[in-house]
């Protein structure tokens, strides 16, 4: 896993997990149903396949807002604030992004060693937690071309159908996320939006998942199947600074990610 560049990015699947259906395998998603002690199995199982402390991993209380928690630790209390998008200055902590179907964003300047994550559907592309993740970055210290940005499994623009009037909204704030089903309905692309954003912002993708959430079986889906389990999606620097490349990384599942 450790990278010229020091950043590490991973993202898992739903298989090799201790969850029962409809949230099996790896559910690592705390809010939707499942048992909670299957829940902290799998965020430990996850973490250890990752070569990471479970106690060195941030988690957020997700609600598809543009709200940015500056962290140097795990959440000291059990009520984790509502946030969508988290960003530390310390090495070797995991920010991680909940998902199924949404985007998730992972953002690493090595030199800086400032780290992101943010939570990206369609109601945080329109109120802007893509810029407001970098920005607090940049106001720590990153600059935007040494940024290394991922995007995670979501759901693609040709099956994310919506109606004819809430595309345009999406449109009109962000023109590249306005997409078409392979039916020929009206539909939205977050992931393309998310890369506008960025480029917006000076900061490019180095890498983009191909998995589309919604067709891919190994992966959860909300519009799928409703009540399912979340992917989970890391980020988090190694210790020395570095100046290098980065390579894609693995996931963290039994299956393909």
């Given amino acids: 896993m450790e990278h010229a560049s020091g950043a590490h990015f991973a ?5 090799g997990g201790v969850s029962a259906a409809p949230y099996a395998e790896l559910n690592l998603g705390g809010a939707v149903g499942d048992d909670p002690a299957a829940v902290r199995a799998n965020r430990e199982l996850a973490a ?15 609600v598809h807002g543009r ?7 795990p959440w000291r209390t059990s009520e984790v604030p509502a946030v969508d998008a988290v960003v530390t200055a310390r090495r070797g902590l995991a920010l991680a992004v909940l998902t199924a179907d949404c985007t998730p964003v992972l953002l690493a300047d090595p030199v800086a060693g400032i780290a992101g994550a943010a939570h990206a559907g369609r109601p945080g592309l329109l109120a802007g937690v893509v810029p407001a993740v970098v920005g607090e ?5 990153a600059e935007p071309d040494r940024i290394v940005a991922r995007i995670g499994p979501s759901v693609c623009g040709l099956c994310y159908e919506v109606p004819e009037a809430m595309r345009a909204e999406v449109a009109e704030a962000v023109p590249e996320a306005w997409a078409t089903t392979r039916q020929g ?3 939205v692309d977050v992931a393309a939006g ?11 993708i180095s890498g983009k998942s191909h ?13 799928r199947e409703r009540t399912t389990g979340r992917l989970a999606s890391y980020v988090w620097l190694g210790g020395t600074p570095s100046v290098g ?12 990610a």
Wanted: aromatic share 8%; net charge negative.
């Fill in 67 to 73: 709200d940015v928690a500056v962290v140097d630790g």
């Fill in 194 to 204: 998310v890369v506008a954003q960025l480029g917006r912002m000076g900061v490019s």
């Fill in 48 to 62: 250890r396949a990752l070569g990471l402390d479970p106690a060195d991993v941030v988690w957020m209380n997700q």
């Fill in 137 to 141: 970055m940049l106001r720590l210290g």
């Fill in 211 to 223: 998995i589309c959430t919604l067709e891919s079986a190994d992966h959860f889906s909300y519009r």
């Fill in 185 to 187: 309905t009206p539909a």
């Fill in 245 to 256: 490349g980065v390579e894609g990384v693995g996931d963290a599942g039994g299956g393909r």
């Fill in 11 to 15: 993202f898992t699947d739903r298989w």
